[in-house]
């Protein structure tokens, strides 16, 4: 038999639980963000420095993320 402190203990065990899990998924969304905004940022750059149209921009970017093996965010950075 359960008695209500038990009872309360598993629910703040899992209000923890989830708690812990949501500050998690927050943080993995605003570095998701923020790599997004950088390969805008990039692609912008490649689109103005060479007249390129925005899915060219992209496709440049790629290439040259592949050809170095780095992600798209860490090929943006001098």
């Not at 963000?33 to 750059?45: H, K, L, R, T």
């Amino acid at each position: 038999m359960t008695t209500s402190r038990d009872q309360r203990a598993s629910a703040d065990d899992t209000y923890d639980a989830r708690l812990t899990r949501r500050e998690q998924e927050n943080a993995q969304l605003r570095h998701a963000v923020a790599s997004y905004a950088a390969v805008d940022q990039a692609i912008g750059v490649l689109i103005a420095a060479h007249r390129l149209a925005p899915a060219a921009g992209f496709e440049v970017l790629r290439e040259v993320s592949q050809h170095l093996n780095i992600s798209c965010t860490r090929s943006r950075t001098p």
